[in-house]
């Protein structure tokens, strides 16, 4: 079972070196994502597992369901995962800050 945080776990574990990625398509991230999220599309993923940064993982998406997809996948390759509930959907209805664009925030 993989496991899992909500978007205060998560606002709560971001200074703390957290290693965030984002497994929405460009568009949708480019449109609004979490401060600090690194961009690695869900369709990319098989390709470039070995681009992502050494140690545990947190995967966000727009709702929860793709990241909790990339977890699965990434734990079947040895990796540490969380998956974040409800996603950045939920991040944004928190009331806390987006970045916009394609660049890590």
Same mark, same amino acid.
């Given at each position: 079972m993989?496991?899992?945080i909500d978007v205060d /776990?998560?606002?709560a574990r971001r200074d703390a070196g957290v290693q965030l990625i984002d497994v929405r398509e460009a568009? /949708?991230?480019a449109?609004?994502?979490v401060a600090g999220a690194q961009f690695m599309?869900?369709?990319e993923l098989a390709e470039r597992v070995g681009d992502l940064p050494d140690g545990p993982l947190i995967i966000i998406c727009r709702s929860g369901a793709r990241s909790l997809r990339a977890?699965?996948?990434?734990e079947a390759r040895g990796r540490d995962t969380t998956?974040?509930?409800g996603g950045t959907l939920a991040w944004?209805?928190?009331?806390? /800050?987006?970045?916009?664009?394609?660049?890590?925030?």
């Open positions: 993989i496991p899992e /776990e998560l606002f568009d /949708e991230y449109e609004g994502h599309a869900m369709s977890c699965e996948f990434l998956n974040v509930a944004i209805a928190s009331g806390r /800050e987006i970045m916009t664009g394609l660049e890590r925030g």
